[in-house]
């Protein structure tokens, strides 16, 4: 394994923030990359380098691989680290780091590419003996003649899903007949343009769901897991609130879950760090496998907060050759820990993104112990309409899941957010919702209670 003197972070905003933290823990000089939008940005001050890598739109800086691997040249970097979403799950741009001689902070090109194709990734957990929603054959622009005849199959409702990239993006429901030609051309129309794949395929709808997802980690000598998180406070299939552990869950349920997820990741023989998720249905206690995102998650320091450990350095020192296989039995779940996720929207306005000058922003909390803050902002920096409308995440960790959600509360009805409109008073409702507070939230919660929420 090659020595990580210098990590360039092919990314943005708070995971920037996050890996530049990790750096400096472990003794490497971190590299920021940035684009005309983000000149001024908290990621870009806090690194020990940054290089401009071109205009404000994503697609000419972001997601252009020869310029990200340019400016690795330019600097000298020993490794890069692409954090989440951009490049995080692009298979070609891993390969092109590993043939350049740069260490990959990544699992396996191969991985990514058979992961992220999610019916190649559905029959990967079918071989590997973990359970799989109903689904439908792959459909393609010019192929869609055994379109109706797969979705009576199926059965409705029915979801009409993106073949490649994942995070809900693009993804319909379709409670009749009438109604899936739409939604196939609409899900195409997102899939192309999110991801350069049209592909699409069904999968039954489960009504009364929660979304539960399994923390891995892959070494050498085969996975580990890190427990579960419940990520089922969304809206429109986009995570907005993620706890561990998940409340209200069996043991029984709890432990068919991580044996399903490990052997999933031992059948692919991944490396680093990933999340398997599962799809739970309430009615019936059945769990079935939905997607594993190969890179870092946005929630991960709900488990980093439970379990006493630090999957971002962990990351670079799996690739950096120092980092041994943990024994399971040594990974301890010890209270409880919540995030949820500050974004410039209105939620009078069907959530639409608020960009502007953050004039005022600021967080009060008694110990510094139980909160956690992961942001890319400070006061006066602008949010701008380029990217994810995300502005921080706020964690709170208590000994059980009312300790934590009532510091969360705290945090949150003292915070300070200016100048631009934000979820803050829309989390705030749903952290005291008589169901939330009683750990019976489904993915449906947000969209059923949404009157009353905003």
């Known amino acids: 394994m090659k020595p990580i003197k210098k990590l360039l972070i092919a990314n943005r905003g708070e995971i920037a923030c996050r890996v530049i933290r990790a750096c400096k823990r472990l003794g490497i000089s971190s590299v920021a990359v940035y684009s005309d939008a983000d000149a001024e940005a908290l990621h870009v001050k806090q690194a020990d380098e940054s290089v401009h890598i071109g205009p404000s739109k994503s697609a000419h800086s972001y997601l252009d691989i020869g310029k990200i691997l340019a400016a690795a040249k330019q600097v000298g970097a020993d490794a ?28 396996d090109p191969a991985s990514i590419r058979n992961m992220g194709d999610k019916q190649k990734a559905r029959d990967i957990a079918v071989a590997a003996h973990v359970p799989v929603v109903p689904g439908s054959i792959r459909f393609r622009s010019d192929n869609m003649d055994k379109l109706h005849v797969e979705a009576n199959r199926v059965g409705f409702p029915l979801l009409v899903k993106a073949a490649a990239g994942g995070g ?59 427990y579960e998180r419940d990520c089922s406070t969304q809206r429109r299939f986009q995570k907005i609130i993620e706890e561990s552990p998940a409340p209200n869950l069996s043991q029984e349920v709890r432990h068919g879950m991580v044996i399903a997820a490990v052997s999933l990741a031992n059948s692919v023989h991944y490396r680093g760090a990933g999340t398997v998720e599962f799809i739970l249905d309430v009615d019936t206690d059945a769990y079935y496998f939905l997607e ?21 350095s962990m990351q670079i020192q799996l690739a950096r050759g120092d980092l041994v296989l943990i024994d399971q039995a040594s ?25 502007g000058v953050l004039q005022q922003f600021d967080f009060t909390y008694a110990n510094p112990a139980f909160i956690r803050i992961e942001t890319g902002y400070e006061m006066q920096n602008e949010i701008t309409p380029f990217y994810d409308p995300m502005i921080a995440k706020v964690i709170a960790y208590g000994d059980n899941r009312e300790d934590a959600v009532n510091r969360l509360l705290a945090v949150l009805e003292n915070a300070r957010v200016e100048g631009i409109k934000s979820n803050l008073s829309f989390l705030i409702a749903c952290l005291k919702d008589p169901l939330f507070q009683q750990g019976k939230i489904t993915t449906n919660f947000v969209a059923e209670n949404i009157t009353s929420l905003t």
């Open 168 to 226: 809900g993006i693009g993804m319909k429901h379709v409670s009749k007949p009438e109604d899936l030609q739409a939604a196939v051309v609409a899900t195409q129309s997102l899939a192309k343009s999110a991801f350069g794949n049209a592909d699409v395929f069904l999968e039954k709808y489960i009504p009364n769901a929660r979304h539960v997802e399994i923390q891995i980690f892959g070494f050498p000598g085969g996975a580990v897991h890190f």
């Open 331 to 355: 990974i301890r779940q010890m209270g409880h820990a919540i995030e949820c996720r500050l974004y410039a929207e209105n939620p009078a306005k069907r959530f639409m993104p608020s960009p």
């Open 80 to 107: 890069i680290h692409p954090g989440y979403g951009f490049l995080s799950e692009n298979a070609e741009f891993a390969t092109a780091v590993i043939e350049s001689g740069i260490v990959w902070i990544g699992p």
């Open 292 to 312: 594993m995102n190969t890179r870092i998650q946005v929630e991960h320091p709900v488990t980093e907060m439970t379990t006493d450990s630090d999957l971002v």
